[in-house]
Nanobody, 115 residues
Framework: QVQLVESGGGLVQTGGSLRLSCAAS????????AGWFRQAPGKQREWVAT???????NYAGSVKGRFTISRDNAKNTVHLQMNSLKPEDTAVYYC?????????WGQGTQVTVSS
């Protein structure tokens, strides 16, 4: 069993920055592959960024160049650094990982960007 807990969300003005964290716990799981997704009100959940067990990262076009996903192995945590935030980035952000074919999601953290 894996538990994912997101943190770091909040209210920020346009152009501001936030750093989200996703802490993994449970058994001896070391978070390797992980992704960030987001869901705005009335919209479907969408993929934001992924980091693989190596150092490969991928980003949705809407966030490329502004967001950075990274992993802290010592703390078993994945981060999402979000810069130059826009009102359209407002959403609940979720962390996801897959272990032995089982998908795990965190509870989400709210990010609100005011104009």
């Amino acid at each position: 069993q894996v538990q994912l807990v997101e943190s770091g969300g909040g209210l920020v003005q346009t152009g501001g920055s936030l750093r989200l964290s996703c802490a993994a716990s449970g058994s001896t799981y070391n978070i390797n592959n992980a992704g960030w997704f987001r869901q705005a009100p009335g919209k479907q959940r969408e993929w934001v960024a992924t980091i693989t067990s190596g150092t490969t990262t991928n980003y949705a076009g809407s966030v490329k160049g502004r967001f950075t996903i990274s992993r802290d192995n010592a703390k078993n945590t994945v981060h999402l650094q979000m810069n130059s935030l826009k009102p359209e980035d407002t959403a609940v952000y979720y962390c996801k990982t897959v272990l032995r074919g089982v998908v795990y999601w965190g509870q989400g953290t709210q990010v609100t960007v005011s104009s």
